[in-house]
């Protein structure tokens, strides 16, 4: 265990308000200590804590521009090359099981339509594969023998296109250029040999069925362990839809969207990614909105962009951003460390995509019955207006607005909070997720374990009151301040 490591469990320890905060949920921290040493992924070699000016534990730029560790880039975490590659993470969806069949490694794939709740209480029909949409991640290893089974069970014909990869054009997947399509209740085998490793994606190439939603996560790792290997590996997809108020099927031939999602939930539902302070970071970005590009900002940290379109960057090219630029169908990965700790913002910076449900009212006006002669009549003043929203007009089934100040039903808020993720995050934070937002958690080990190793219910705002007393300054903290129930449902902090 490194001194600063040392130094924040012995402050844990003896400080009694993250316990006392624990009592407050309805559940007390037994185990208030971290583990011995940092084993994620099987930690064998020697790290330091700071390479030429850049620390691993504070947020730091490093002594030459020119150097190896300038901002990280070539910083080692806490995984050995000999661990293998670190697990990949695809927050809210699961990985396609397959068995070896025959020297190749033989998956099923499904495209199907699906239900998918954008937001609790908000089911969407969609299109997509295995139940899943997106669909589940394949994840294979450089030099594999891949078969993918194609079952259709959509209501029309489709094929599945593989892509970025170079592989024999019968299995392409360009419906008609390459192959027949996949007819209903039939099936298709494709079968190549994977030479490349990187980040790819399988999706319908059928365009209407990819506003629909039909993609998913290709992962190849590769045969030799990328340097300096990554602690995590987590998987984002970013998709926009149309969505009509009183219904639930995207409309497919819209130029505009309302509904944005990161894998498959929209924000507040998103869930954060949860990484321990010092560790070497990768995220991998996919846009599969149907025409429109995304800026994606990371608050609090500074990234190399290392990867693009499925091929390793040489490092004497990779970038240093916070924010990057991801086009329709481009896929892009960045690593950092992760030496800030709190919970940061990690959104699209687009202002439509910052928020959902940008729709044409739908309901009463806001001024019932009211005209432009009460306002010549008087130009000082203006009718008064009815904020209560009470009026039927406000209950359309389906309004995707009815979070309308983010008042949100019991049932949708337990939903929201019961993630292990979002434990003892502030009690507002539901309100400032919106749309293509989610929230990337940087925690000291103990905080860690404690949120994701436990299953102790911990009070809100309880592990970022930690956090500040820690690393910011507790005199000028100001808690969340107190607010309706039916908005926030618990206490606040």
């Known amino acids: 265990m490194n001194p600063e490591q040392k130094q924040n469990r012995r402050y844990f320890l003896q400080n009694g308000a993250f316990a006392a905060a624990a009592v407050a949920s309805g559940k007390v921290i037994a185990d208030t200590q971290a583990p011995a040493e940092h084993h994620n992924g099987e930690c064998q070699h020697q790290i330091k804590d700071e390479y030429d000016g850049f620390s691993r534990y504070k947020p730091s730029r490093g002594n030459d521009p020119d150097g190896d560790y300038y901002l990280g880039k070539l910083m080692p975490g806490f995984r050995s090359v000999d661990a293998g590659p670190a697990p990949f993470v695809a927050p809210d969806l699961n990985k396609l099981p397959h068995k070896m069949v025959n020297g190749a490694k033989e998956f099923h794939l499904v495209p199907q339509q699906v239900t998918r709740e954008f937001l609790p209480g908000k089911p969407m029909v969609v299109w997509g594969f295995n139940g899943s949409m997106p669909g589940p991640s394949i994840e294979v290893t450089q030099g594999d023998r891949v078969r993918i089974i194609v079952h259709n069970e959509l209501p029309e014909e489709t094929t599945v296109h593989w892509h970025g990869f170079e592989l024999p054009v019968q299995y392409d997947g360009s419906s008609t250029m390459t192959q027949n399509p996949i007819k209903p209740g039939k099936s298709f085998v494709y079968e190549f040999d994977v030479h490349e490793e990187g980040t790819f994606f399988y999706h319908t190439h059928v365009a209407m069925q990819e506003a629909f939603g039909m993609v998913g996560w290709f992962i190849v790792h590769p045969r030799n362990v990328f340097t300096p290997p990554v602690d995590r590996d987590f998987g984002l997809i970013f998709q926009n839809f149309h969505i009509k108020p009183n219904q639930t099927i995207s409309d497919s031939w819209s130029m505009d969207w309302n509904w944005h999602t990161i894998n498959g939930r929209s924000g507040p539902y998103t869930t954060p990614v949860v990484v321990k302070h010092g560790e070497r970071v990768r995220i991998r970005l996919l846009n599969f909105a149907p025409m429109q590009h995304h800026p994606i900002h990371m608050h609090g940290h500074t990234f190399w962009v290392t990867q693009h379109e499925g091929a390793r960057i040489p490092k004497s090219a990779w970038i240093p951003r916070n924010t990057e630029l991801v086009g329709v169908a481009q896929a892009s990965s960045f690593e950092f460390i992760a030496n800030n700790p709190g919970d940061w913002m990690f959104h699209c910076h687009m202002t439509h995509h910052m928020m959902n449900h940008m729709v044409k ?130 206490e606040m902090k």
Not at 375 to 390: F, K, V, W
């Open 361 to 490: 009212h739908v309901g009463p006006r806001m001024r019932v019955g009211e005209n432009v002669d009460a306002y010549l009549a008087n130009l000082e003043a203006r009718p008064p207006i009815d904020l209560t929203r009470e009026d039927k007009g406000f209950e359309t089934p389906g309004y995707p607005q009815g979070m309308k100040g983010m008042s949100m039903s019991d049932d949708s808020m337990k939903a929201l909070w019961k993630r292990r993720e979002v434990q003892g995050m502030r009690a507002s934070v539901m309100m400032s997720v919106k749309g293509l937002m989610t929230a990337m958690r940087v925690l000291p080990e103990d905080l860690y374990h404690q949120v994701m190793e436990t299953d102790n219910n911990i009070a809100k705002g309880a592990i970022f009151e930690e956090i500040v007393k820690r690393f910011g300054d507790p005199s000028t903290y100001e808690k969340t301040p107190m607010m309706k129930m039916d908005m926030m449902q618990g």
